[in-house]
């Protein structure tokens, strides 16, 4: 009994859920990316609704410090990290817009696809690079979740991105210093 409990303890399972309306593969291909690439169990979870409360009426755009806030009295019990992708305009005060957003060491993340097309304002279908893209900033996002800080190598999935260039250009793994740091933030837990 015991010991299925440290078990339990000791697995890691990143939740990936929606605010509101998602496309249901977007959340499936950040899940298989969670599990491919950082080879932690990824698990789809019930959508929440979408934060209306968030959205700036001056800038339009959604404000992702009052997402988190809010989102941060919900426990997810039974993960160890979560996710969370919408679709709209994500915004930090001191920034124009981000892809997405994480606090460093912390439990929630969030991701957006608005920015991930060539042209934000279309509503064409969505891509499979819009998927593969959303899928990056997902697990950069989550680096940040592991405490990982921003990398100054270009081939590495914690280099910074503030343009799709930039990101296209970025891997969907880590350099050979921020793969040790992962690891041994794996084991640290
Ligand atoms: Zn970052
Ligand atoms: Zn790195």
């Known amino acids: 009994m015991e010991d299925t409990q440290i078990m339990q303890q000791r697995k890691t399972t990143i939740g990936v859920f929606a605010f509101g309306d998602v496309p249901a593969i977007v959340l499936k291909v950040i899940a298989a990316h969670i599990s491919g690439y950082l080879k932690i169990d990824a698990e789809i979870m019930p959508s929440v609704t979408h934060p209306y409360y968030a959205?700036?009426?001056?800038?339009?755009?959604?404000?992702?410090?009052?997402?988190?806030?809010?989102?941060?009295?919900?426990?997810?019990?039974?993960?160890?990290?979560?996710?969370?992708?919408?679709?709209?305009?994500?915004?930090?005060?001191?920034?124009?817009?981000?892809?997405?957003e994480a606090r460093q060491g912390g439990k929630i993340a969030l991701v957006s696809t608005y920015r991930m097309r060539n042209n934000p304002h279309s509503k064409s279908e969505l891509s499979s690079?819009?998927?593969?893209?959303?899928?990056?900033v997902a697990l950069?996002?989550?680096?940040?979740?592991?405490?990982?800080?921003?990398?100054?190598?270009?081939?590495?999935?914690?280099?910074?991105?503030?343009?799709?260039?930039?990101?296209?250009?970025?891997?969907?793994?880590?350099?050979r210093y921020c793969t040790v740091y992962f690891r041994d933030a794996l084991k640290r837990r």
């Open 140 to 175: 950069h996002e989550i680096g940040h979740l592991f405490n990982m800080l921003h990398c100054e190598d270009e081939k590495c999935l914690m280099h910074f991105s503030g343009n799709l260039s930039t990101l296209d250009k970025t891997p969907l793994y880590f350099c």
């Open 55 to 100: 959205l700036d009426r001056h800038r339009l755009q959604y404000d992702c410090g009052l997402i988190l806030q809010t989102m941060n009295a919900n426990r997810f019990d039974g993960y160890e990290k979560v996710i969370g992708v919408l679709t709209v305009d994500l915004f930090v005060p001191i920034l124009t817009y981000v892809y997405g």
């Open 129 to 136: 690079r819009v998927y593969e893209r959303t899928a990056k």
